[in-house]
């Protein structure tokens, strides 16, 4: 597991990110102006669909003012600082990554968010939070780097109260086996995927209720088609995030999804 992990880890490594980011931003204007989350949503939703899949999920899953919620696997922080603008609710997050939480609270001082947002390092099989702290925990576009399934569902049903929510967005396997490099691994050695049925089986055990299930591989399809007719992928300045060839791990996705090699699973699950 250990190298599974060291694995995930170098492949979001991302050295200098911060770095990267200030200077990207000073487009928009000094260090100290406030930016919107509007602003940064080119940079910091690099899952598919972009900013709409994670408003999609959040209606989903209930997010309201108020509520605890935790984005496991978040990234630069581009969910949550969403959630917390969108619903006044206070958003936990966490990564394997460093550089990446790093980024996530620099990017959230400059949305002046820090007050609903906390980012911390850590494993998703491992998360450093008490039973029951939160009540609604998203998950997007994570699973497909981590192989042990069944104690990932276990640690996000014991971080939930009773009756909380676990919504999930992500890439599932559907028939042979798909082209690399990907957005989440340039190899299979940190590549994981389950397809729709074994998620299902993997996820329920763990103490969950389905309320929604959702097959959006059509959805994610005519997304990439759009991209392809429109112009570059979803965002040349995401290569500032997960590197220079970004182009090609989003490319392949697609390609992907148009063989019918992946699809995309949308997923709202109660704790019992």
């Given amino acids: 597991m250990t190298d599974e992990l060291d694995g995930v880890r170098d492949h979001y490594r991302a ?5 990267r980011l200030k200077t990207v931003l000073a487009a928009l204007g000094p260090d100290d102006q406030l930016l919107t989350t509007q602003q940064l949503s080119a940079l910091d939703q690099f899952h598919t669909r972009g900013l709409a899949a994670t408003a999609e999920l959040a209606q989903l899953a209930g997010v309201a003012a108020g509520m605890s919620v935790l984005d496991v696997g978040s990234g630069v922080g581009g969910p949550a600082r969403f959630l917390a603008a969108t619903y006044g609710c ?3 997050g966490v990564d394997i990554s460093e550089p990446f939480v790093d980024a996530a609270r620099y990017l959230t001082d400059r ?3 820090s007050g609903q947002l906390s980012f911390q390092t850590a494993s998703a099989l491992e998360l450093p939070f008490d039973d029951g702290r939160f009540e609604i925990v998203l998950l997007q576009h994570v699973a497909m780097n981590i192989s042990d399934r069944a104690q990932l569902y276990r640690e996000i049903r014991r971080v939930l109260k009773p009756g909380g929510r676990f919504a999930t967005f992500d890439v599932v396997l559907a028939v042979g086996e798909p082209h690399y490099p990907l957005p989440w691994a340039r ?3 940190t590549s994981f995927l389950m397809t729709i049925g074994a998620t299902r089986e993997a996820i329920e055990p763990a103490g969950f209720r389905i ?11 005519a997304w990439f088609a759009q991209l392809r007719v429109s112009g570059p992928p979803p965002s040349p300045n995401l290569g500032v995030v997960m590197g220079p060839d970004f182009a090609e791990l989003a490319a392949n996705l697609g390609r992907n999804l148009m063989e019918g090699r992946l699809g995309v699973l949308t997923a709202v699950f109660e704790a019992a």
């Fill in 90 to 92: 206070q958003v936990t």
């Fill in 187 to 189: 190899t299979p050695a």
């Fill in 211 to 221: 309320l929604t299930w959702q097959d959006d591989t059509e959805v994610a399809k």
């Fill in 111 to 113: 949305t002046g968010q």
């Fill in 15 to 19: 050295t200098g990110l911060t770095e």
